[in-house]
C-alpha cells in the first residue's frame, strides 16, 4: 500500500475514474493482484518458519560445540596435571590444538590462559619439566609470528610471576592486547624476543627480577606498544638491544634498579618514542649505546643515579633526539660520548651533580645541535671535551658550578660553535684549554673565578 500511494503521488494522481461495468481485463488483474498478495504473504510466513528453523539449528549447533569444547577441555586439564612429562607434554600440544578449533574468542582466551597457568605452577628440577615449558613457550610464540596459521595475536598473555629458565619469543609480534611479565624471575639461560615486534597494546615486565639470566632484544621493533621495566630489578643480568629500533610507542626502565648488571643497545636507532630511564638506579651497572643514531623521539634519564657505572655513547650520532641526564646524580663510575657527532637535537646535564664521575666528549664533533649544562654542579671528577671540535650549535655551561675536580678543553677546536660560561662559578678545581685553537669566542661574561685555575685560555 505504501509503495502504491508513493507512486500514485509522484504520477501526479487526482482521482480514480468510476467504471459502471467491471470487464474482464479489470478482473484479470485484479486477481492476478490477489494471488500477488496471498502469494507474498505466504512467502513471507515461509521464510519467519525457515528463520526459526535456522536460528534453533543454530543454538543446537552451540550448545553441542560448546558442549564438546568442555568435554575436550576438560580431559585435557586432567592431563596437564599429570605426574608423567610426557602425559603433560601431550595435553599441551592438545591444549593448543583445541585452542586452534575454538569457535569462539572467549573459547581461545581460555585455552590460552591455562597455557600460561601451566608455566606458573612450581618448577620441577628434572628435564622433563623443562621439556614441558619450552614446549609451551615456544607452541604459544608459533601464533604469535606472522607466518602462523591460526594467529594468537590480540589475545592476553599472562607470564606474570613466571620463574623462567631461558625461553624463545623470538619473531614475535606482540599487538592490541596486554602481554604481562608482572614480577617474573629470569633466572638462569637465555630469553630470546630477538626480531619481536611490538605494534600496539602493552608488555609489562614491571618489578621482574633479571639475573643472572640474559634478555635478548636484539633486531626488535618498538613501533607503537608500550614495553615497561617499571621497578624491575637487574642483578647481574644481561639485557641486550643491540640494532633494535624504536619508533614510536616506548621502552621505559623508570624507577627500575640495576645492580652490576649490562643493557647493551650497540647500533640502536631511536626515530620516535620514548625510552626512558628516570628515577633509576644504577650501582655498577654498564649502560652502552656504542654507535647508536638518534635521530628522532626522547632518551631520558631524568633524577637518575650513578654509583660507578659506565655508560657510553662512544660513536653516537645526534640527529635530532632529545636526551636528558637534568637532575641525575653521578658518583664515580664514567660516561662516554668520545667520538660521538652532534648534528641536531639536544643533550641536557641541566641542574646534574658530576660528584668523582668522568664525562668525555673526547674527539666528538659539534656540528649542530645543543649540549647544555646549566646549572650543573661539578664538585669533583672530570668533564673532558680533549680534541672535540666545535664548529655550529651550541655548547652552554650557564649558571654551572666548578667547585672541585676538572674540566679539560685541551686540544679542542673553536671554529663556529657557540661555548659559553655565562654566570659561571669557578670557586675550586682546573679549568684547560691547552693546545685548543680557533677563532672562536669564549664566551665568560659574568663568570665568577675565585679559586679555580684557569690555564690555557688564549681567545
Known amino acids: 500500500m505504501a509503495v502504491v500511494v508513493t507512486g500514485l503521488l509522484i504520477t501526479g494522481f487526482q482521482h480514480v475514474r468510476p467504471e459502471p461495468v467491471l470487464s474482464s481485463k479489470t478482473l484479470f488483474e485484479l486477481l492476478k493482484m490477489a494471488f500477488a498478495v496471498v502469494a507474498g504473504a505466504g512467502a513471507l510466513v515461509g521464510l519467519v518458519m525457515v528463520y526459526r528453523r535456522q536460528r534453533t539449528a543454530e543454538a543446537a549447533e552451540s550448545r553441542e560445540q560448546i558442549k564438546l569444547f568442555n568435554d575436550r577441555f576438560a580431559a585435557i586439564a586432567d592431563q596437564l596435571g599429570h605426574e608423567r612429562p610426557a602425559s603433560r607434554l601431550a595435553a599441551v600440544y592438545a591444549l593448543a590444538g583445541l585452542a586452534d ?24 628440577d628434572d628435564n622433563g619439566d623443562r621439556e614441558v615449558r619450552q614446549t609451551t613457550i615456544r607452541l604459544i610464540t608459533a601464533h604469535l609470528r606472522e607466518d602462523a596459521a591460526v594467529n594468537w595475536r590480540g589475545h592476553d598473555l599472562d607470564f606474570s610471576g613466571v620463574e623462567f629458565h631461558g625461553g624463545d619469543f623470538g619473531g614475535a609480534t606482540f599487538s592490541g592486547a596486554r602481554t604481562r611479565f608482572t614480577g617474573a624471575r ?48 637487574l642483578a647481574g643480568g644481561v639485557l641486550r638491544m643491540d640494532r633494535a629500533r624504536l619508533d614510536g610507542g616506548a621502552v621505559l626502565f623508570d624507577e627500575a634498579e640495576l645492580v652490576k648488571g649490562r643493557i647493551r643497545l ?17 650501582n655498577g651497572a654498564e649502560l652502552l649505546l656504542p654507535r647508536a643514531r638518534l635521530t628522532g623521539g626522547q632518551v631520558t634519564f631524568s633524577g637518575a643515579q650513578f654509583f660507578g657505572t659506565e655508560a657510553s655513547f662512544a660513536g653516537a650520532e645526534f640527529a635530532g633526539a632529545e636526551v636528558s641526564y637534568e637532575h641525575c646524580r653521578f658518583a664515580a663510575g664514567a660516561i662516554s660520548f668520545d667520538r660521538a657527532a652532534f648534528t641536531a637535537g639536544t643533550v641536557s646535564f641541566d641542574s646534574a651533580r658530576l660528584a668523582g664521575a ?31 671540535r666545535f664548529a655550529a650549535g651550541v655548547v652552554s655551561f650557564a649558571n654551572a658550578e666548578v667547585t672541585g675536580g676538572t674540566l679539560t678543553f685541551d686540544g679542542a677546536c673553536f671554529e663556529g660553535a657557540r661555548v659559553g660560561f655565562e654566570e659561571a662559578w669557578f670557586t675550586a678545581g682546573r679549568v684547560s684549554f691547552d693546545g685548543a685553537e680557533g677563532s672562536q669566542t669564549i664566551d665568560l661574561s659574568r663568570s665568577t673565578f675565585n679559586g679555580a685555575d684557569v690555564v690555557g685560555l688564549t681567545t
Open 186 to 233: 629470569f633466572r638462569s639461560g637465555e630469553v630470546s624476543f630477538r626480531g619481536a615486534v611490538f605494534a600496539a597494546g602493552g608488555v609489562s615486565f614491571e618489578g621482574a627480577e633479571f639475573g643472572p639470566a640474559t634478555l635478548d632484544f636484539r633486531e626488535s621493533r618498538f613501533a607503537g606498544a608500550e614495553v615497561s621495566f617499571r621497578g624491575s630489578t
Open 358 to 388: 668522568r664525562v668525555s666528549f673526547a674527539f666528538t664533533r659539534f656540528d649542530g645541535g645543543t649540549v647544555s649544562f646549566r646549572q650543573t654542579c661539578f664538585p669533583s671528577g672530570e668533564s673532558s671535551f680533549t680534541d672535540a
Open 101 to 124: 578449533d575454538s569457535g569462539t574468542w572467549e573459547q581461545r582466551q581460555t585455552c590460552v590462559d591455562v597455557l600460561c597457568a601451566c608455566l606458573r605452577l612450581p618448577a620441577q
Open 266 to 282: 650497540e647500533g640502536a636507532e631511536v626515530t620516535g618514542g620514548r625510552l626512558g630511564f628516570a628515577n633509576a638506579q644504577f
